[in-house]
């Protein structure tokens, strides 16, 4: 089976005004990785990302890809205008696999998710170190 791949002008990493987003977490203080994998669920998944919609918990997997740690990792693709809200799940649904996120870390004013203002350049966010309370099965 042939596949069609869509043709895009990079400026960068992302299509011309886009903007690349890499999402690294690290599972090694986590006691068991979900059998149905670790994800990143957010409002960024439906635009351009190959998610039916937002905030899907079991829609953008990330990889790990290197067998000597436990690192994974998903790129997204956004406009350099959005402002960007997500969670790291260990499973592929909400519940003791989605990630508490320390006060610091919220985007505020009753809202608990991650938050970052993208901008026209392409970002590589710090590795997040993931603690649950529970793992997930």
């Known amino acids: ?30 006691a068991s990785i979900s059998s149905n994998g670790v994800y990143v669920a957010g409002n960024f998944q439906g635009k ?36 960007i809200e997500w969670k790291y799940i260990n499973d592929n649904n909400w519940g003791p696999g989605e990630e508490s996120i320390p006060t610091p870390c919220q985007k505020g004013g009753g809202n608990s998710n991650r938050f970052y203002q993208a901008t026209s350049t392409s970002v590589v966010f710090l590795i997040i170190i993931l603690l649950l309370a529970t793992s997930a099965t």
């Not at 089976?1 to 400026?11: A, E, K, M, V, Y």
């Not at 000597?68 to 205008?81: G, L, Q, R």
Request: overall charge neutral; hydrophobic content about 40%; glycine content about 8%.
């Open 48 to 83: 351009y990302n190959n998610a039916s919609g937002d905030w899907k918990p079991n829609e953008s997997r990330m990889i790990n890809l290197f067998n000597n740690n436990k690192v994974y990792e998903f790129i997204a693709i956004v406009d350099s205008t959005d402002g």
């Open 1 to 30: 089976n042939d596949t069609t791949l869509l043709s895009f002008t990079f400026g960068g990493a992302a299509p011309k005004g886009k903007t690349a987003i890499r999402f690294a977490v690290d599972m090694q203080k986590v």
